[in-house]
Structures are given as C-alpha cells and as structure tokens.
T-cell receptor, first 114, second 111 residues
Framework: DTGVSQNPRHKITKRGQNVTFRCDPISEHNRLYWYRQTLGQGPEFLTYFQNEAQLEKSRLLSDRFSAERPKGSFSTLEIQRTEQGDSAMYLC????????????FGSGTRLTVV | AQRVTQPEKLLSVFKGAPVELKCNYSYSGSPELFWYVQYSRQRLQLLLRHISRESIKGFTADLNKGETSFHLKKPFAQEEDSAMYYCALRRGNTGGFKTIFGAGTRLFVKA
C-alpha cells in the first residue's frame, strides 16, 4: 500500500464540461474525505464517507458536485457543467475509524477550467 | 461555528532562532487539534496531534483551552523547517469527524 492515491494529477477542461476524479484511500481506512484548496487558503471540507455511507456534505458542494464511494473502497468526485470558479486543488484524505488519528492525504488533483 | 485562525500568513526567522506559529480556535465542544505541514512539492502531512503530546522534528504544541490556542513552537529553527503549516481542528464524536483547517502560515527560515 503506497498511501492515498489520486488520479489524475492534473486536469484541464473547458467550461461546461464534466470531470471526474478518483481517490484510492489506504485500504485499512474506513473514512474518506474530500477537500478543496484554492491559492492562499487552507483545505475546505467538501464531504466525507464512512465506508460507503456519505455522512456529511458541505454547503460548498452544490448540486453540480457529486461524490460516491461504492463498496467502501475507492471514491469518485464528479463536477458537472464546470465553471471557472471550480478551478482548485481537490484533495482526498483517509483515516481510521477509531482513534484520534490525523488524516493521510493524497497528492491532489489540480483542476483548471478554461 | 467552528473556526481556526492563523493570524500570520508569513513568518520569517533566522536559522537557530526560536519560532512560534500561532493558532487560535473557536469551538464549543471538546476539540482535537492538529498541525499539518506541507513542504515544497510534497503532499500535506500530519506533523503532530495535541492528544499525543509528542515532539516531532523538534516541534511541540500545547493545547490551551483557556486561551483557545494551539501554538506550534520550536526552540531552534532549521532551514529544512521552511514550509507551509496548517493548524486544524476536528470535532469529537458528538460533532462528526470532519476537520477544519486554518488558512496556513508560511514559515521561511533564513540562513
């Protein structure tokens, strides 16, 4: 297990197109989180899963955003009808279910909407 | 509402000088506090947790509930400490497990 893996590393898309990102967490981690980070800001929470259940969604997550974690393993984050304001680094992290452990982050997917 | 404030966007110190990165939080429950670090061209990684009371790479942080602070300290800064540092708060069992991050402080250690 090489940690949290995210694909693709970079994505350039035209405004209005749909994009999908994938995150493969550490296999023993039940919890998976998606964050968005823009220049000069800390990561902003988007949503998180415990196994396959999506337990919380941020108000930042408009109806154009959807996340899934089928079978409680990898997760996908889809953005429909992308807008220039969606340009950001999208981070995935995972953590064990119990204990006061921090997150293990992936390298992120940098989205540029042109 | 939960909030994490890092008042300094940039902190510049000389090698060998003490360093303190400030973090204040607001949360009505019992928080868990963390410091994360991001070195140049590397992913964000956990530096330390308040609950473990550990020292990592010479850094320590004490949770002060009275002042709602969790400042990160190191007595003698090294050039390799130059990085982006994020303070983070996680709500406990009763409030879900999402973590809220501050805006970050860039530490620059000069030779």
């Amino acid at each position: 297990d090489t940690g949290v893996s995210q694909n693709p590393r970079h994505k350039i898309t035209k405004r209005g197109q749909n994009v999908t990102f994938r995150c493969d967490p550490i296999s023993e981690h039940n919890r998976l989180y998606w964050y968005r980070q823009t220049l000069g800001q800390g990561p902003e929470f988007l949503t998180y899963f415990q196994n396959e259940a999506q337990l919380e969604k941020s108000r930042l997550l408009s109806d154009r955003f959807s996340a899934e974690r089928p079978k409680g393993s990898f997760s996908t984050l889809e953005i429909q009808r992308t807008e220039q304001g969606d340009s950001a680094m999208y981070l995935c992290a995972s953590s064990p279910e119990t204990g006061s452990y921090g997150y293990t982050f992936g390298s992120g997917t940098r989205l540029t909407v042109v | 509402a939960q909030r994490v404030t890092q008042p300094e966007k940039l902190l510049s110190v000389f090698k060998g000088a003490p360093v303190e990165l400030k973090c204040n939080y607001s949360y009505s429950g019992s928080p868990e506090l963390f410091w994360y670090v991001q070195y140049s061209r590397q992913r964000l990684q956990l530096l330390l947790r308040h609950i473990s009371r550990e020292s990592i790479k010479g850094f320590t942080a004490d949770l002060n509930k009275g002042e709602t602070s969790f400042h990160l300290k190191k007595p003698f800064a090294q050039e390799e400490d130059s990085a982006m540092y994020y303070c983070a708060l996680r709500r406990g069992n009763t409030g879900g497990f999402k973590t809220i991050f501050g805006a970050g402080t860039r530490l620059f250690v000069k030779a």
